[in-house]
């Protein structure tokens, strides 16, 4: 399983940008896909997930209203749409894909995932 995330970079406060994730060698046709960031001396958090065969969601507190995570089955790729981004929002932001099970848990730091992108960096300037 390779997952190879995009659409990182600065924006000031405010912006936007669109996270994607590209998902390619899982055969399983149910899945857990989330987004995760992890800011310097943080540990990583659980932003957004999403089971990809109930179309269910989770989002920690701090992104509701203004993150939003999406799947295009076509290609398939796995997108992290974030509006009105706060410098807090800056982080390095990881992809990362599990069994349907790990959609039924807090995402926490993202143990009950199997598989992770190498990262992409997102910085939102005051």
């Known amino acids: 399983v390779q997952l190879v995330e995009s659409g990182g970079g600065s924006v000031q406060a405010g912006g936007s940008l669109r996270l994607s994730c590209a998902v390619s060698g899982y055969t399983s046709g149910s899945r857990c896909m989330g987004w995760f960031r992890q800011a310097p001396g943080k540990e990583r958090e659980g932003v957004a997930i999403f089971n990809t065969s109930r179309g269910s969601t989770y989002y920690v507190e701090s992104v509701k209203g203004r993150f939003t995570i999406s799947q295009d089955n076509a290609k398939p790729t796995v997108y992290l749409q974030m509006n009105s981004l706060e410098p807090e929002d800056t982080a390095l932001y990881y992809c990362?894909?599990?069994?349907?099970?790990?959609?039924?848990?807090?995402?926490?730091?993202?143990?009950?995932?199997?598989?992770w992108g190498q990262g992409t960096q997102v910085t939102v300037s005051s």
């Open positions: 990362a894909a599990g069994s349907r099970q790990a959609c039924t848990v807090v995402p926490g730091s993202g143990s009950s995932f199997d598989y």
